[in-house]
């Protein structure tokens, strides 16, 4: 099952990329496995997929543990500066820096083999209080504190915008991301030859890749309905 959705998937995304003339090679997918467990993403990996979205640090620790470096792993969810170094040291990427504490935090534990640590500043474009990520009038004091940041590499941009209905104020979320990466990249603050754009899940990848998202974030349309959370 999910061989083979990850199988319409790339050939849905690749029916997208030619509607809006872009390159289907320029655009990541990230299998968001949050809750699913390691069999599902060993599952995706035979299959040959390689990149994976994590939410909760613990389990995502416990699936590396358990996978070793078959897959990467990108870091998606909530992150306590206090869990910096786990993070700094498990994830191929941290999606989610929303603040000068947890960059700092970051840049402290990134390992002295590792070189650099890519991460994305989370911009919350709806200004939705439900959400994390920065407010877009501060994105750019937070891109230039994080390029200070010698043992991070920012690469770009995510988010995840107010929940809609409504396709065409989902694409002016995912729209006004990208002008954001644009100016920023106007201002040398974001690599000049290409910057990411994190946006798109399962409900909304479509606009976001005609929005120019060059990572989409898709789990259930991979792997099926969501275990719920169990608590203990
Ligand atoms: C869970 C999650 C996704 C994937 O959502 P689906 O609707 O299952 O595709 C993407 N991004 C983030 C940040 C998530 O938490």
Redesign the pocket.
Known sequence: MIQSNLVQLHKKIAEIAATCNRDPDTIKLVA?S?RFPVESIVEAAEAGHYRF?E?YLQEAIEKKRALGDRVAFHF??NLQSNKAKPAAENFAMVETVDRPKIAAALHKYVPDDRKKLSVLIQVNVGNDEAKSGIDPKEVESLAEYVNGLDRLKLEGLMT?PPFTDDEAETRSYFRSLRNIGERLQEKGLLPAEGFELSMG???DFHLAIEEGATII?????IFGQ?PALIKT
């Open positions: 968001v949050k979205g939410n998606i969810g995840m899940m399962s409900g974030r898709v789990g259930t349309a969501r």
